[in-house]
Nanobody
Framework: QVQLVESGGGSVEAGGSLRLSCVTSGGPEYTYGSGWFRQAPGKEREGVAFIDSDGSPYYASSVSGRFTISKDNARNTLDLQMDSLIPEDTGMYYC????????????????????WGQGTQVTVSS
C-alpha cells in the first residue's frame, strides 16, 4: 500500500518561509518523478514543483526563484523549501508520485498518473 504523508504546513506572514516534507512508503521501485501540487479554495489544482526521474527539477513560473524542491532517495523523502511567500501561495499542498509514464509538462498530467498524499495546509497572510 502506497503512503505519502506531508508535514510542515502552517500559517506565516508574507515574506516568510516554510519547509514542507513528504515521507513515502510502499511505493513502486521505479517512478517517473515526484512533486508538489497545490489547490486554493475555489481554484483548480496546479503543479508547483516536480523532480523528474533523471533528477531534473521543474517549477511553475509563479514560484520559480522562490521555491526549491529536493529529494532524498535514501530516506524516501521529498521536500519543498518555500521562501518569500506571498498570499497567493495559500492553499492545500499535496505530495505526489508519478507511477506511470505520461508526457508533456508536469502541470498537465492527469491526477490518475499519480499517487497522492492527504495534503498539508499553507496560509500566507498579508
Amino acid at each position: 500500500q502506497v503512503q505519502l504523508v506531508e508535514s510542515g504546513g502552517g500559517s506565516v506572514e508574507a515574506g516568510g518561509s516554510l519547509r514542507l516534507s513528504c515521507v513515502t512508503s510502499g511505493g513502486p521501485e521505479y517512478t517517473y518523478g515526484s512533486g508538489w501540487f497545490r489547490q486554493a479554495p475555489g481554484k483548480e489544482r496546479e503543479g508547483v514543483a516536480f523532480i523528474d526521474s533523471d533528477g531534473s527539477p521543474y517549477y511553475a513560473s509563479s514560484v520559480s526563484g522562490r521555491f526549491t524542491i529536493s529529494k532524498d532517495n535514501a530516506r524516501n523523502t521529498l521536500d519543498l523549501q518555500m521562501d518569500s511567500l506571498i498570499p497567493e501561495d495559500t492553499g492545500m499542498y499535496y505530495c505526489a508520485i508519478q507511477w506511470r509514464p505520461y508526457g508533456g509538462t508536469f502541470h498537465r498530467r492527469p491526477a490518475s498518473t499519480f499517487y497522492w498524499g492527504q495534503g498539508t495546509q499553507v496560509t500566507v497572510s498579508s
